[in-house]
């Protein structure tokens, strides 16, 4: 078997896959599966556009759990942040405290949310994938996505209200 390890993370431009790996506390994990959020802050967000947001949950499940398209991903206000907290899922002083001094934080709209059906926790994903979680994003090469996609098996889940 001694094959080489595909690296999780896009070493150049042209293995980019299009995809982004971002880290969420436990607590966010049912939010995220619902499809309850659409809106998702954090202080540091990539230059570039991509595709595709995937979702890892960390401690106690620890395993990326599914994948959002990326409908925009942009610096916003704290304002515009505030006037968003449903859709992001949090309370005025929670984005207040999380955005701290500074005036804006970055913003990813993300359309319907796709559940791996087969969610892979990190020791799995390392049997085929360097990979360890990021504290704030990943750029996801080109190989590992296409790892991931197989191993996951993403499927859509219907939005809220649509009969399945």
């Given at each position: ?57 960390n ?17 916003i ?84 209200g649509?009969?399945?």
């Amino acid at each position: 078997m001694g094959g080489t390890i595909t690296d999780a993370k896009a070493s150049s431009a042209e293995d980019r896959s299009g995809a982004i790996i971002v880290s969420f506390d436990s607590r966010w994990h049912d939010a995220l599966n619902s499809g309850r959020i659409s809106c998702i802050i954090r202080k540091r967000i990539p230059k570039d556009a991509y595709e595709w947001l995937y979702v890892h949950v960390n401690s106690p499940i620890g395993a990326i759990c599914g994948r959002a398209k990326i409908n925009s991903a942009c610096g916003i206000t704290l304002i515009e942040a505030v006037n968003l907290a449903d859709e992001i899922g949090l309370s005025e002083k929670e984005i207040s405290s999380y955005v701290g001094n500074g005036n804006s934080i970055g913003c990813y709209r993300i359309g319907s949310f796709e559940l791996a059906m087969n969610p892979k926790k990190t020791g799995e994903i390392n049997k085929l994938v360097n990979y360890n979680p990021p504290q704030s994003f990943l750029i996801l090469s080109k190989p590992a996505k296409q790892i991931i996609d197989e191993m996951s098996e993403f499927c859509r889940i219907p939005a809220e209200g649509a009969e399945s």
